[in-house]
């Protein structure tokens, strides 16, 4: 066993959490490829919780070179060693087709410097081994994805065309989140209905879906490969108008209802034009209108498209009650009163106390008014 560096862990961060884990992660290694020989390229790690370093060393024996100081020619054949063994052990994860694996496995080719790359010579055979793999550098302005730049890993950007269902036509203005390389990045559709998701590792599953209520919804998932395109798929949202008019269909203004829909609540008030827009509704939902008053009139509407729903105002209906009394303000009960509006004429008769009861009159409605009792006593009402 030879000792290959002494590090102290600073200016790097560890991508497995705490550094003090990095033997089980060797042993994670070892577990998931048992038969490969090519996890050699990692260096074994002990360890020291007291210093706070780790110990990098490997089994292969011979002559033990840093990459800085190897000649450009024997640094052509580290990165070929190098290549060769990543490419199989990423090669193998894949046929497990996990992708926790996988990613478990590209998060280990990380090192923070190429300094962490060594040549092993023994005469008969080259040998490559990395130190502090899994760690990246927490410098500001240092490099990181060098060994997938050495072995040639290729990216790709993945284009999205956002449209929507029913029209296929471009959606812009759509939030997504994509989830990949563990991390989520928002992106928005352009006005062309276009997101780029640049520089993804090919073959590489990424999880794409959208926040609603804070729950995810359009779930989907896709494999980046060079050249490919996506597709998805939204519902278009509609923008509800709203006309609200008197009985002689002209426009209303200042009036304020609550509308109700799926679980939201909110108060809108009709415009100069008597207008109400309630923006980005889903097809099919139903939205329950009520005007604001102890017993507010319903209207119930469901989103179709952007037609224009009429909210038509009620009449105010009110009951009016006229006592009959006399000329000692006596009250006169059962007393014939007859009652005129407009080309209408009823008969009543007052009750007991005095007063007769007209039912659902409107506002400013003319009544004329004939009592026939005691004494006949005629007189105009204006409510």
């Not at 290729?154 to 812009?172: G, L």
């Amino acid at each position: 066993m030879q000792t290959l560096e002494r590090k102290k862990i600073e200016n790097v961060r560890y991508l497995f959490g705490s550094p003090s884990t990095v033997k089980s992660r060797h042993n994670q290694l070892v577990r998931s490829f048992a038969d490969s020989k090519d996890l050699d390229i990692f260096a074994l790690p002990v360890f020291d919780e007291a210093t706070n370093t780790i110990i990098w060393t490997t089994n292969f024996e011979g002559n033990i070179i840093n990459f800085s100081k190897l000649s450009p020619t024997d640094q052509a054949v580290a990165k070929k060693l190098l290549s060769k063994s990543i490419q199989k052990i990423i090669q193998k994860a894949k046929e497990f087709s996990n992708q926790d694996l996988i990613e478990f496995v590209y998060n280990c080719i990380e090192i923070p410097s190429l300094n962490n790359i060594y040549l092993v010579r023994n005469g008969a055979e080259d040998s490559v081994v990395l130190t502090e793999w899994g760690f990246v550098s927490d410098i500001p302005g240092m490099e990181k994805g060098l060994l997938a730049k050495i072995i040639n890993i290729k990216r790709a950007d993945m284009i999205f065309n956002v449209v929507y269902k029913d029209t296929n036509n471009p959606a812009p203005n759509q939030k997504f989140y994509f989830e990949f390389e563990e991390h989520t990045e928002e992106h928005i559709s352009n006005e062309e209905g276009i997101i780029t998701l640049k520089d993804v590792k090919v073959d590489d599953e990424v999880k794409v879906f959208q926040k609603e209520k804070e729950e995810t919804i359009n779930n989907e998932k896709f494999v980046c490969y060079e050249g490919g395109k996506y597709k998805l798929e939204v519902e278009k949202k509609i923008d509800m108008h709203f006309k609200v008019i008197d009985e002689q269909d002209n426009p209303v203004q200042g009036i304020t209802f609550l509308f109700n829909y799926d679980g939201n609540e909110i108060n809108m008030t009709s415009d100069a034009e008597g207008k109400i827009i309630l923006k980005d509704q889903n097809k099919g939902t139903k939205v329950e209108v009520k005007t604001i008053a102890e017993k507010p009139d319903v209207y119930n509407f469901v989103c179709e498209d952007e037609r224009e729903n009429i909210i038509r105002l009620k009449k105010e209906h009110y009951n009016m009650r006229i006592k009959i009394i006399d000329k000692n303000n006596d009250i006169v009960p059962n007393a014939k009163v007859t009652i005129k509006t407009g080309n209408t004429k009823k008969t009543y008769y007052s009750d007991e106390n005095g007063f007769v009861v007209l039912e659902d009159v409107e506002p400013n409605t003319k009544i004329d008014v004939i009592a026939v009792g005691k004494k006949q006593k005629q007189k105009e009402k204006k409510k």
